[in-house]
């Protein structure tokens, strides 16, 4: 049990304070003891982020279907059981809300209309740390909103949420069973002054094609009329091609390495602009060792019996002919341990060569395509599963092992690149738990670009503000999830996509603007414009209101 430390004393009279107390009592007991009226399996109860379990009867646990409700990628938070009614059990989630069952856990159904006062639209609700139910009131369920600590009462009739925080409400949140919070260790001075070399960078990427001299010369020009600090380029780029003038054996060999660029060229006039130069390196998705040695590190299609990959059907090219279909995305296996080395290494050439940060981006599983059909050939005896936890993610398991490898092999700070809605909720979503992996990295980089979220999530503001609320609750709630362990440098979207390309000058610039302040009010450490093609135009009247 987890008990809050801020209470205030409500009800007012003895007789009401003996009362409050025998309730509060007797839901303890409820999960302390088996009984006459619960099954014998569900008298005990043990909670973790991917799991919910019940006493089996014979001193073990055996795990409760609540994942089958839920899905895969939302967390658990807590479990309470009633005071009234010994087999209604109620689990809160950080965004698919509260899920209860009437059957001491054997089925389960969300409560999707009693809760609708923490909608946020698309299907996510707020994140709720705990939730217990009223022990005189059915109607009535206790919630502890997880980014504030705000405490407050669903009505199940109607889903209205109302906020009340006093002594009463924290009593009966206290009986509900939490989740453990991840434990963050003290950062050492070495972390410390990591920390302190990336903090606060505004900076601009770039893609090999970029870093011609004369194209190059025109974007320092461009960091010097507008104060950037640093520049992110790219080294290892979405294709899996090594960019620079690298000299790794394995990597030339399998015919990865591209030579667009020379990399001491580009690291020296960068310096000499006084620039803080990050390099991005895309590290799961690959098509150059995709291919190598038959395939053998591909992600593997268990329907096909051949390696996986997403395809995309064109148009026929002329009337009457046929259409075509095309691979458009190649994946290696990240519970392999020679993918991991395979990427470690091009990092620690780059520190070598003289790079200022290591950028890992693609640091996920695949998010597009027949996921379902996925076989990773290499998690049978991955290390990342050393020692096996049946009930944490093997997703972020192999995710966490490759950057501590990383870590331990490279002294230059360490960045990651997320998802938004990995940086506003904690989740395993594509293996990106930013609380487990911000353990190993020093920045992480949530791409909170507003064309990506759906509009009907918290849509209720006009696009522009609704643009700045996302930036600046985003970075808010991916310092909170990581504890202010790591520096949060979110990327800005500095490109039109969709309706946005009806946007004119200067509603576009505006958009940049609102994107920078909401990132800076939430309190991100720098940012980072992303435009693919280089062409910063929404610069045009510049950075701030």
Known sequence: MVVSRRMKLRTNDARGRRLFSISVFLVLVLFALPLASVRAETSQIRIYPNALLAGNGNGGFRPLPIREATGPNTYLNSVSRSPWDAERLLVATTFHGLYESTDGGESWSDLEGSARGLYKGNGFYEDIAAAAYDPENRNTIWVELAQDGRIGTIDRRTGEYSPINDQHARRILATAMRVAEIEFEPLDEAALERRELAADHTSFYLSPWQLSPDRLEQHMAMAREHE???????????????????????????????????????????????????????????????????????????????PWGVFREYPAEEEGGDSRIAQVEYWVDLFSEFVWEYNIAVARELEAVGVDEIQFDYIRTPADGRTWDIQYRFHH?????????????????????????????????IGIDVFGFNGWYRMSYLGQDIAALSRYVDVISPMLYPSHFPRDFVGDLSYLPWAEYLYRDGVARARRITGDQVLIRPYIQSFLIGGELNFEEPVYTDYLKHQIRGADDGGGSGFTLWNHSGRYYMLSRGLYF
């Open 228 to 306: 950037f600090s640093a520049v992110v380029i790219d080294f290892k780029d979405d294709e899996g091609r090594i960019a620079y003038t690298s000299e790794l054996e394995l990597h030339r060999s399998i015919g990865a390495v591209h030579d667009i660029f020379n990399a001491r060229r580009v690291i020296d006039r960068v310096h000499q602009e006084g620039l803080y130069l990050i390099a991005r390196v895309v590290v799961f998705k690959d098509r150059e060792l995709y291919g190598y040695d038959n395939n053998r590190y591909a992600v593997w299609d268990r329907r096909r019996n051949a």
């Open 381 to 413: 005896g991955s290390p990342a599963l050393e020692p096996n936890d049946p009930y944490s993610d093997d997703r972020v398991e192999a995710l966490s092992t490759f950057l501590r490898r990383a870590r331990s092999e490279i002294s230059i700070p």
